[in-house]
């Protein structure tokens, strides 16, 4: 009888491993798919935008910038500065982990790194050429009720700006509201509020305003403006160093 | 944890904004004006400051200096076809102007993967920021001041550029630039065999940006050379390149007159940019000039000019003022060099500034330059720039021999 009991809660165990091992396999697939239709809400595959990036200081005081971006696939982005004029014709590109900044005295493009920031302010070059966050996150569902998911997401590799985000997702409509980003020790290095959902049209519903704040950087705000977003088909060329100082073309097209 | 996203709203502005419409054809300008005034503490013993300011015995201890610098950008689009003008004019006392084309070309980009340029224009081959051992076709960059606009060279420049979906090779780029030479015939024209051809083959090869270049001109050495640059870390980039050239002149002086000779030489570089959790960017280069100066070698030099300020022989002033500004104008002159500059944006949560130092040190004689810089930006489109140089070296050394000991430079820009 000892001995039956044994194998009983032998055979128990590995079953309940076996059931949460595919009850957690379950949450992080359902995670990652929920994280990819995030990003298919948030932009199409390949698109062009304008964006306007208001830096607000401790002392009240704002600075703006106008830039205009063209995204293909997951982890192609390139942007131009069009205002102000101190800072027009800069362009700088990503592909995937590679970052370069074109500055049009200099006249080559430099490497730069995803925590700097060109324009100063709460966001950094990561936040403003964002790649798709499944491209750089494996997600897992930390907690939901009826109308929200909570994903945590763990960077894929080290050289991912932010080690973990904790996100918000809007189950109605499949829409991140909101991101925390924290550092592998798990400090908060700042918050993105998604808002102001607005349909650009050919089927494009996506927040238009995107406000930052850190506690790192206490008195600085940002926000980001989408004022435009529209499907693009792009050659693969536009994404290139040789043609960072030509970006502006497109906007003639 | 699950709570709702309403948060006051920061900005009480409205979120709507204009576009600036860019449009199928017009012309557009920008560019910027410095105002920069400046005060020079010279350095009397120095036989560069005797030769430049022989003609004007009298002087002060101090020296000022006020200019302004105006760039005009000019730019014309339709369809494929461009035009491109960046033009410079100092202003430094009541004389008429006149412009400085740095650049003036024409573009025809037929597509992301292939453009054309005739003219006039800036080339900045190699990934060094102060220095550029592979910049064949560059201006002379000045390492005091890397950033500053140059002039261009006249060419003709096509460009192939492809990119791939693949794990190794992502993009690769090749460019062709043939540079005529300056017309010296009537000043309208020059022998044909001197155009000369320079080429460059890029590569993005998993995740590192990789150049192979060379330069093919009538009477000059052959050069051949590689740079790159990759992130190592998230935060730490590193940069080389490496030069070759075949029977480069090289000049000096023996018993105070001018002799050279012919030699294989190279010439690299090797660089790191690392920006920490501070926000702190760190750029360090190490340089060497095979071509370049010994400190012997440049002794050599200064007493040189020393002897033919002493001589007060006009002939030979001439001649040690031309040498000067020909055979041995190279902003770094010797051997081998250590930059390093450290910049911090917005220290001690002061808005809107940055602050940086940096130093240029000539590790063959151990003088350097010492410059820290405060930067402010208050108003879009204005800044003011505070810029002190130290120059600190003992006698016939490179940075301790330089007609000025210490100047301080206050620049105004105004970009529009």
């Known amino acids: 009888m000892r001995k039956n009991i044994i194998w009983i809660v032998f055979i128990f165990s590995i079953l309940s491993v076996n059931v949460w091992s595919q009850e957690n396999g379950a949450s992080e697939e359902d995670g990652n798919v929920i994280l990819k239709k995030v990003d298919e809400n948030l932009m199409p595959e390949s698109f062009e935008s304008y964006r306007k990036l208001i830096n607000e200081e401790p002392d009240g005081s704002k600075k703006e910038f106008i830039f205009f971006t063209v995204k293909k696939g997951k982890d192609k982005v390139a942007m131009l500065y069009i205002s102000p004029a101190s800072e027009k014709g800069r362009a700088t590109l990503r592909l995937g982990d590679n970052m370069w900044l074109y500055i049009p005295n200099v006249g080559k493009p430099i490497r730069i790194t995803s925590m700097q920031s060109v324009v100063g302010g709460v966001f950094n070059n990561s936040d403003i050429m964002r790649l798709d966050y499944s491209v750089e996150y494996e997600a897992t569902i930390f907690e939901q009720n009826n109308s929200l998911y909570i994903l945590d997401l763990k960077a894929k590799t080290q050289t991912v700006a932010y080690d973990k985000l904790k996100m918000w997702v809007d189950k109605k409509n499949t829409m991140v509201t909101k991101v925390e980003c924290y550092t592998a020790s798990g400090t908060l290095i700042k918050t993105l509020d998604f808002k102001n959902l607005k349909d650009f049209g050919d089927g494009i519903m996506r927040p238009a305003v995107i406000e930052t704040s850190s506690p790192l950087n206490k008195g600085y705000r940002s926000l980001m403006i989408y004022s435009q977003v529209k499907p693009r088909k792009l050659q693969d060329e536009v994404f290139t160093l040789e043609y960072l100082s030509r970006i502006g073309e497109l906007r003639l097209d | ?416």
């Open chain 2, 1 to 416: 944890m699950l709570y709702a996203q309403a948060l006051p709203n920061a900005f009480s502005q409205d979120y709507d904004f204009d576009i600036p419409q860019e449009e199928e054809a017009k012309i557009e300008f920008n560019g910027n004006l410095d105002a920069k005034w400046g005060l020079l503490q010279t350095r009397k013993s120095s036989p560069f400051y005797g030769l430049q300011f022989y003609d004007n015995p009298e002087k002060s201890d101090y020296l000022s200096q006020y200019r302004l610098d105006f760039y005009l950008d000019g730019a014309y689009r339709h369809k494929k076809v461009g035009f491109f003008m960046k033009t410079f004019y100092q202003y430094a006392k009541e004389e008429p102007l006149s412009p400085s084309f740095f650049e003036l070309h024409g573009s025809l980009n037929l597509s992301p993967r292939l453009s054309l340029s005739v003219g006039k224009r800036r080339f900045n081959w190699g990934k060094g920021y102060a220095f550029n051992p592979v910049g064949y076709v560059n201006a002379e960059k000045d390492p005091e001041n890397p950033d500053l606009a140059l002039a261009g060279k006249t060419s003709v420049y096509i460009n192939y550029n492809r990119s791939f979906t693949s794990d190794y090779v992502q993009n690769f780029s090749l460019g062709a630039i043939l540079l005529p030479p300056e017309a010296e015939i009537n000043e309208k024209f020059e022998d044909a065999d001197k155009i000369g051809a320079a080429f460059k083959l890029y590569f993005l090869l998993k995740n590192i940006d990789i150049d192979f270049m060379t330069v093919l001109k009538k009477d000059e050495p052959r050069r051949v050379g590689l740079d790159f640059s990759t992130n190592l870390k998230e935060s730490l980039e590193i940069h080389a390149e490496f030069s070759h050239a075949n029977n480069e002149t090289k000049y000096y002086i023996v018993d105070d007159f001018i002799s050279q000779h012919k030699k294989d030489s190279e010439s690299y570089l090797l660089g790191l940019r690392y920006l920490n959790r501070f926000n702190t960017t760190l750029i360090a280069e190490y340089y060497h000039n095979e071509a370049g100066l010994s400190k012997n070698e440049f002794t050599s030099y200064a007493n040189y000019l020393h002897n033919s300020l002493e001589s007060n022989n006009s002939e030979m002033i001439r001649l040690s003022k031309q040498n000067m500004s020909t055979v041995f104008r190279s902003k770094t002159l010797m051997q081998n060099y250590l930059y390093l500059k450290l910049t911090q944006p917005e220290p001690f949560s002061w808005l809107y500034s940055t602050m940086s130092i940096f130093t240029i040190f000539n590790l063959e004689d151990s003088s350097f330059l010492l410059s820290p810089q405060l930067s402010y930006k208050p108003y879009t489109n204005y800044e003011v720039l505070l810029w002190p140089i130290l120059f600190i070296g003992e006698n016939n050394t490179e940075y301790g021999s330089k007609q000025f000991e210490n100047k301080i430079d206050i620049w105004m820009r105004f970009h529009f």
